[in-house]
């Protein structure tokens, strides 16, 4: 949904489940979720909105400016990271007692490689099935400017940074460098293929735009 407020549009995602009052969060990335009772209609829920717009575009500004200038990492337990497009404790990620930054580092790399591994793995097989390819090998590797590559011998790669973009965005790059395995650069019929699978993948590719350069350690 989104509404327009003082000559700005607020866009948010509304998540209606077993609940008794409406709450509005914002994260690290600037998404808005405004989690509402079942019955909630459309109306009273940009109407709350609303509301809260001017602390909302207010939060946005200075998420922005923070994104701008990106403060340092905080290695310690109440340090905030991103996993699968949601913010977690460090402590809730990896084991953090007894260790020292450097260390705390080190295993929360391994930890993204890990997932990234893991969740490209359980979700790989079902596109390859649909699109009908199969690559000759899969890698999570390490990289600053690709979130993943498929070469002209069939090797596909995935950033492992990955593992902190949603699960939606994670499936479009995969789609994505598979359907380079039809075709290799971007014409139309690249773009048809992704959008057979993916129709509003344009969405995805705009979040790793926005929001690409949060998604580091």
Partial sequence: ?????????????????NRKKLSLHI?????ITVKVPKDTSEEMIKSAVERHGKLILEKLHTLAKARETPKPKEYQDEGKFLYLGKEYFLHELIETRGLNEEELKKNLKKFYFSSCKKIVGERINSYQIQLRVKPKTVEVVESRTKWGSCSSDKKITFNYRLAMAPMEVIDYVIIHELCHLIHMNHDRSFWRRVGSI?????????????YGHAMTL
Avoid: A, C, S
């Fill in 1 to 17: 949904m989104k509404i327009e407020f003082e000559n700005n549009i607020i866009e948010f995602n509304v998540q209606y489940g």
């Fill in 198 to 210: 993916m129709p509003d993948y344009k969405e995805k590719q705009e979040f790793l735009t926005r």
């Fill in 27 to 31: 994260d690290l990335l600037g998404l």
